[in-house]
């Protein structure tokens, strides 16, 4: 059973840019969110989609937007980069049923802004 | 903000040792869970344990959850060097959020 797909891996972009990131969940799995992970703030959650609704929101700015697919796909962006969105950005997906909480973590998206 | 917080923030033990890791956590809970990440890559989850448990065991793994204190305790018995990762708790924060800790920095010296 494949795992949760992350793309790209690694990006370098420059101030004022826009970027987008792909995730593919596991097989089945209808809740997909996205973390951000730094080593001043830790992990923290941006937001979570299931069943393409948005389902819960962290406290980000709105340069920072998500959405789902009918195939439970999710993509991230992030507009008018600033460089402290440098950052491992994690996605992890759940079946989505309510209870236990157990997330299955992708290998991350680091990004890099210059 | 952090609902966990782990302690120490690094660990450094020598291989066949044992590392225990505390975590105190702010409000109630329905369950507690432990993730492990190597090196700047993805978590992988350990262990849950609920609310109504005081206890759970998963091969090397034991953890141990007070709620009255608001804490919990992750052990790793006979240490080996693949455990070197940094390791996190996390409690939930309603649908699939979860609020991760700062995370304690385990280092396995041979």
């Known amino acids: 059973k494949a795992g949760v797909t992350q793309t790209p891996r690694y990006l370098i972009k420059t101030r004022g840019q826009q970027v987008t990131l792909s995730c593919s969940p596991i097989?089945?799995?209808?809740?997909v969110s996205w973390y951000q992970q730094t080593p001043g703030q830790g992990l923290q959650f941006l937001f979570e989609?299931?069943?393409?609704?948005?389902?819960n929101k962290g406290n980000f700015p709105g340069r920072f937007s998500g959405r789902q697919f009918s195939n439970s796909r999710s993509e991230m962006n992030v507009s008018t980069l600033e460089l402290g969105d440098s950052a491992l950005y994690l996605c992890a997906s759940s079946p989505g049923a309510s209870g236990a909480n157990v997330l299955t973590f992708g290998a991350g998206s680091r990004l890099t802004v210059l | 903000s952090q609902q966990g917080e782990e302690d120490p923030q690094a660990l450094s033990i020598q291989e066949g040792e044992n590392a225990t890791m505390n975590c105190s956590y702010k409000t109630s809970i329905n369950n507690l869970q432990w993730y492990r990440q190597n090196s700047g890559r993805g978590l992988v989850h350990l262990i849950l344990i609920r609310s109504n448990e005081r206890e759970k065991h998963s091969g090397r793994l034991r953890v141990t959850l007070d709620t009255s204190k608001k804490s919990s305790s992750l052990l790793i018995t006979a240490s080996r060097a693949a455990d070197t990762a940094s390791y996190f708790c996390?409690?939930?924060?309603?649908?699939?959020?979860?609020?991760f800790g700062q995370g304690t920095r385990l280092t396995i010296n041979p």
């Open positions: 097989s089945g799995h209808r809740s």
């Open positions: 996390a409690t939930g924060g309603g649908a699939q959020k979860l609020v």
């Open positions: 989609y299931f069943s393409e609704t948005q389902r």
